[in-house]
């Protein structure tokens, strides 16, 4: 089966975590025998920068050198297993990249103050593959305002800088990621994007109270722009007793089918973003037919689960 992961932090585990093995072989959930294994047409990764490591340096400026070394990093891997895996941009590319036996794999930036109010910072990420940003992460920045449990914070949105950032990135091409948005910032985005908009790893929030996760209301308007959502597999996004089973990913999918329609629902696993602290039922993308199996025995049809593996998401990149 064909399966597109929209999200990973497997090139922060490497790089800032654990700083041992790579791509090929590591202690990640992410690695080049799994992909393969798995089917894996593309995956996404995430260049994520933590902003508490560099609070006591110069913020988000060197979290931006950072994102520089991680790109580097990032095509360094993919010279090493060219055989196995290449870059892509483009559907055109991951395409090509699939007659030719190869996984594709998508750059991304999680965390959008590293742009730190420097608009050529997004041309330039672009210019270096970046496709999809994520504009906050779970602190205020120079773009606006994050998820949050406290209700002031949630309903502020974009600050002027992230409008016109959000309409730039439509201009370029580059996707623009909800995940992690306040509701005030996602309401901004959309009214905003002039390009291609996800959320590249949220769930439910009708099913799991977590602030990440998006409303039914969110769901309606995300689909409704032609976005999508991946689903999450990390506990604390799947149920409020935080466990990451099977059956409650099976529901937020059905959930998302529901309400958002079968053109809505993707995956985006982040998987390597948990710091090791948890413990998952799909521990790698090896075991992703487990899930495949849980939807099929709940009546989905095969061209649907389809839809729901890669083709919502090649939609996006296209
Ligand atoms: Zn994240």
Redesign the pocket.
Known sequence: MKLIDM?C?TLWKLMDLDQRGDLGKSGCSITLPGLKQAGVLAQFF?C?TYFEDYREQRGYEDAYCHVLEMIDYFYAQMEQFSGEIAAACTKEEMERHEAEGRISAFLTV?EGGVINGQMARIEELYQRGVRLL?PV?NYENCFGYPNSRDSHVMKKGLKPFGVEAVEYMGELGMIVDV??ASDGTFRDILAHARGPVAAS?SNCRALCSHPRNLTDEMIRALAEKGGVAGLNLYGYFLSDSGESRIEYMAEHIIHMLRVGGSEFPAIGT?FD?FDGIEILEIPDPRQMDRLWDALRKKGLRESLIDKIWYKNAARIIE
């Open positions: 999200h932090d995430a994520f999680e994520t992460w995940s992690h790893h982040d973003g």
